[in-house]
């Protein structure tokens, strides 16, 4: 086999209980919520499938496949009619060059996570968060209906195995029913099945041998290494579940970490760049003698390779960053890691608008995903002479769009191409969004875009000859008339992420909530360990979706108090005074830091209109402030309707 020059390691030929791997990447289960209600595939799945093998991994997994029918955003395998329709998702993967992989599973306590109906557990135990938010109670299994629990897994991967697919992937981790067996945190039962960690792992073990019984296919469990749940799967726990598994038969274990709970560490939220947990990675690789598969923060080739030279796994995983760049893989097979479209974490389409939505998966950075109902860049039969002002997600989204559709494109930004991705990309746990500002200059660079590295003004727009503008300046921050807010210890918190967040003050209070005002508390008292307290004029801090959730626990570890119904009224004396349920109330802090928001900035149309006769577009957070995602999709939409 001829070695890769670029990545030898991760284009290296691998074997899995003797089936052939054409290198060493894996693109794990992040599902595509495609499927037909039935939990069939639909013709758009195929399409997913086609273009996820196209992509070059050398093992395929998409949607998981439920045991049992219940109601499910998945797929499902849970009788033989399915067999048909499955198949043709296994010869799609294989005629597209990659292995067909089947991922089995009951989600358990995690249906309440994606809109399932059948809530059961090894206990009456829920995740207490999702309690308090109205998540239902989960129905602890009778030993009987475990039994059967068994032969479904087992049935379902021979189904699995006469469908075509060519090695199955069992899911025993992230809170699904398995998982919940596991721990020791959810599984509170007395019987044969609770208890000890051998009772405790007994269900996973019998699921291994009726699969073992009925198919002849290659084996894989996917486990979290450890939870991160209180009281929950431990690293040390699992080291002796990877073995239990292997003795019983299994062919490859499959690595990830957390659980959809604890978001932080299982969606690699707010995590700095890099593979997650590689100690704890690396203790179940020498526990065992068969391969071991590692997914989570393995954003980069450059990673995945480092991962495998240094003998931490066999195999790596691709989930979101799949989404991110469908050929991921082919774009690294080819030396060309730099043109990889980087996944910058944030669980905005993926998870939020995505499967706890009940709709399809998205990308906030990449939006013509699963997008199968239209050309990605429909090729314009009358080429526009267009104006972009501002190179930030949406503008620079915009200008490769519309070059790519066959426009003429020229690009104003005065500053530096990525707008305010680089004041976003501070904290270290963002340094993705930088790795996005630094994609979209190179493929700038490389387009037909004609950059002009100047702030552009009607007047410019004027002399052009423009036919369309399409502005995309951003938003400007809200500012604040309140008394005292011209004293020395008072900064915007935009200002202060563009100094790092140097801070000459111990104690600090952050005005205002929202992403800004959290990322700037968590720097300060995480990389400073200033005590930080941030307030909200609302009834509760909340930043909405998975990342909420995220910085809520992370704020709540790093100390950071919060103080709700509290309106800033003035600085006096260099202390914040605030309106509260109890009157006027003075904090004593050294330093006070003003997140107040943003506001659209649509006056350059207006200015644009009175002067030169142009079609105009505004678009992003100059058209409202909101995330990434809506910058960029609403970039590409526009460019492609011109």
Same mark, same amino acid.
């Given at each position: ?11 290296? *030929? ?32 195929? @399409? ?45 993967? @294989? ?20 809109? $399932?109906?059948?809530? %059961?557990?090894?206990? *009456? &135990? ?12 989960? *129905? ?21 195995? /006469? ?27 007395? #019987? ?14 019998? &699921? ?5 019984? +009925? ?9 979290? $290494? ?16 990877? +073995? ?6 299994? #062919? ?8 959809? !709970? ?19 990675? +690396?203790?179940? +690789? ?92 429909? @090729?314009?039969? *009358? ?14 989204? !915009?200008?490769?769009? !519309? ?16 707008? &305010?991705? @680089? ?8 340094? #993705? ?70 801070? =000459? ?9 929202? %992403? ?14 200033? =005590? ?41 004396? $260099? ?18 830091? %003003? ?9 350059? /149309? #207006? ?32 460019? %492609?309707?011109?």
């Amino acid at each position: 086999m001829k070695k890769n020059q670029h990545f030898p390691k991760l284009f290296e *030929r691998g074997y899995i209980a003797g089936l052939e791997i054409k290198n060493r990447i894996v693109r794990q289960p992040m599902g595509t919520e495609l499927g037909n209600p039935d939990g069939s595939p639909s013709w758009a799945t195929v @399409k997913a499938y086609a273009e996820a093998a196209d992509g070059g991994a050398g093992i395929v997994y998409m949607d998981n496949a439920g045991v049992t029918q219940f109601h499910h955003v998945g797929l499902s395998i849970a009788s033989d009619p399915y067999i048909g329709p499955m198949s043709i998702l296994a010869k799609t993967l @294989k005629h597209h060059g990659a292995v067909p992989g089947l991922q089995i599973v009951h989600p358990g306590r995690d249906a309440a996570f994606v809109a $399932g109906d059948d809530l %059961i557990s090894s206990s *009456r &135990v829920m995740w207490e968060p999702w309690y308090e938010n109205g998540g239902g109670v989960p *129905r602890e299994l009778t030993i009987e209906e475990i039994h059967e629990f068994v032969e479904a897994f087992g049935d379902a991967a021979e189904r699995g195995q /006469r469908a075509g697919f060519e090695i199955i992937d069992v899911h025993s981790a992230c809170g699904v029913l398995l998982s919940n067996f596991l721990s020791p945190l959810n599984n509170t039962r007395t #019987d044969m099945y609770g208890g000890s960690l051998h009772n405790r792992m007994r269900f996973l073990m019998e &699921v291994i041998r009726n699969i073992k019984q +009925k198919t002849s296919v290659p084996l894989s469990i996917r486990l979290s $290494g450890c939870d991160f749940e209180p009281g929950g799967i431990t690293i040390e726990e699992t080291i002796e579940v990877a +073995k239990a598994c292997e003795r019983m038969g299994a #062919d490859v274990i499959n690595i990830t970490w957390g659980s959809h !709970a604890e978001v932080v560490n299982a969606a690699g939220l707010l995590s700095p760049h890099g593979a997650n947990h590689v100690d704890m990675a +690396k203790r179940i +690789k020498d526990a065992v003698s068969i391969p071991v598969m590692l997914c989570g923060g393995i954003y980069t080739p450059e990673i995945g390779e480092q991962l495998l030279e240094d003998g931490v796994c066999d195999y790596v995983g691709i989930g979101k960053p799949a989404l991110a760049d469908p050929f991921w893989a082919k774009k690294a097979e080819e030396g060309r890691s730099g043109d990889i479209r980087p996944c910058i974490g944030c669980g905005v389409g993926c998870h939020d608008r995505g499967m706890l939505s009940g709709g399809m998966v998205q990308c906030a950075v990449n939006p013509t995903l699963y997008q199968f109902d239209r050309e990605y860049f429909p @090729k314009t039969d *009358r080429p526009k002479k267009v104006a972009i002002i501002g190179a930030g997600p949406a503008g620079s989204a !915009a200008a490769l769009t !519309a070059a790519e559709c066959g426009h003429d494109v020229t690009l104003f930004e005065g500053r530096e191409v990525g707008g &305010v991705l @680089k004041e976003a990309s501070v904290p270290v746990y963002k340094e #993705d969004l930088g790795l996005l500002g630094k994609y979209y200059q190179r493929q700038i660079a490389k387009s037909n875009v004609k950059l002009v590295e100047e702030n552009a003004t009607p007047e410019t727009i004027a002399a052009g000859d423009f036919d369309a503008v399409i502005i995309a300046t951003g938003g400007k921050v809200r500012e604040l008339n309140l008394p005292g807010l011209d004293s020395d210890n008072v900064t915007y918190a935009m200002d202060l992420m563009k100094q790092g967040c140097q801070l =000459d003050a111990d104690k600090v209070v952050v005005v205002g909530g929202g %992403i800004v005002g959290a990322e700037a508390a968590l720097i300060l008292a995480e990389d400073f360990g200033k =005590d930080v307290t941030i307030t909200t004029r609302q009834d509760n801090f909340f930043v909405p979706g998975v990342m909420g959730i995220a910085y809520m626990t992370r704020l709540a570890m790093a100390g950071v108090k919060t103080k709700t119904r509290a309106n800033l009224v003035e600085v006096k004396d $260099g202390k914040p005074v605030f309106s509260t349920m109890n009157g006027l109330e003075t904090m004593d802090v050294d330093a006070v830091v %003003i997140s107040p928001g943003f506001l659209p900035t649509s006056q350059m /149309r #207006d200015d644009i209109e009175q002067i030169a006769d142009v079609d105009t577009y505004v678009i992003g957070d100059a058209k409202a402030p909101r995330l990434v995602m809506d910058a960029v999709h609403e970039g590409y939409k526009t460019a %492609i309707n011109l």
